[in-house]
T-cell receptor, first 119, second 116 residues
Framework: AQTVTQSQPEMSVQEAETVTLSCTYD???????LFWYKQPPSRQMILVIRQEAYKQQNATENRFSVNFQKAAKSFSLKISDSQLGDAAMYFC????????????????FGQGTILTVHP | EAEVAQSPRYKITEKSQAVAFWCDPISGHATLYWYRQILGQGPELLVQFQDESVVDDSQLPKDRFSAERLKGVDSTLKIQPAELGDSAMYLCASSPTSGSKNNEQFFGPGTRLTVL
């Protein structure tokens, strides 16, 4: 079974600064997806960024980018020019690519990191 | 923009009572998921549907939980009887099986359950 670990329960950053959230995972599969989701207080979870394991190039979405280290099974999220609206719980998640298994489609989440943005 | 709908948003019940949660996925999304999120933790899958069929309910406590998606559209998750440990956020998500978004899950706002 896959596991996802987020070792930082809480992080804080000053507005306009850069912050990096860490995530490690354990899997025996070679093909999979990794995601970062954002869950603002009392609001629904939304996708921030996605990385396909077979792609060597790190994904970027505007101010959000990842550092994907497949051999180290590490998947960190960098938020540049942090904004007050970035304050939320951030979850790292893993999804298998195996369409034949019953776990296809299932997301395995880490414990989450609470990000506070100071003005 | 289409969204996943869930109701109720909040539910308070006493232990041993029955509760039910409803989810309406984004139109056309064949895959539907129910997750349970205990406060301060990440969501964990309870059950996954492909159309009206269950494809994964390995983590669903079947002695008290049931889920159905009779017409392959909306879904109901039921707990009977509720226990104190069931207090959590219940999240519904849906995803398409084709197209550029087929690897993305779209989440609803959740139902916050408190069992007294």
């Amino acid at each position: 079974a896959q596991t996802v670990t987020q070792s930082q329960p809480e992080m804080s950053v000053q507005e306009a600064e850069t912050v990096t959230l860490s995530c490690t995972y354990d899997t025996s599969e070679s093909d999979y997806y990794l995601f970062w989701y954002k869950q603002p207080p009392s609001r629904q979870m939304i996708l921030v960024i996605r990385q396909e394991a077979y792609k060597q190039q790190n994904a970027t979405e505007n101010r959000f980018s990842v550092n994907f280290q497949k051999a180290a099974k590490s998947f960190s999220l960098k938020i540049s020019d942090s904004q007050l609206g970035d304050a939320a719980m951030y979850f790292c998640a893993y999804r298998t690519l195996n369409a034949g298994g019953t776990s296809y489609g299932k997301l395995t989440f880490g414990q989450g990191t609470i990000l506070t943005v100071h003005p | 923009e289409a969204e996943v709908a869930q109701s109720p948003r909040y539910k308070i019940t006493e232990k041993s009572q029955a509760v039910a949660f409803w989810c309406d996925p984004i139109s056309g999304h064949a895959t539907l998921y129910w997750y349970r999120q205990i406060l301060g933790q990440g969501p964990e899958l309870l059950v996954q549907f492909q159309d009206e069929s269950v494809v994964d309910d390995s983590q669903l406590p079947k002695d008290r939980f049931s889920a159905e998606r009779l017409k392959g559209v909306d879904s109901t998750l039921k707990i009977q009887p509720a226990e104190l440990g069931d207090s959590a956020m219940y999240l519904c998500a849906s995803s398409p099986t084709s197209g550029s978004k087929n690897n993305e899950q779209f989440f609803g706002p959740g139902t916050r359950l408190t069992v007294l």
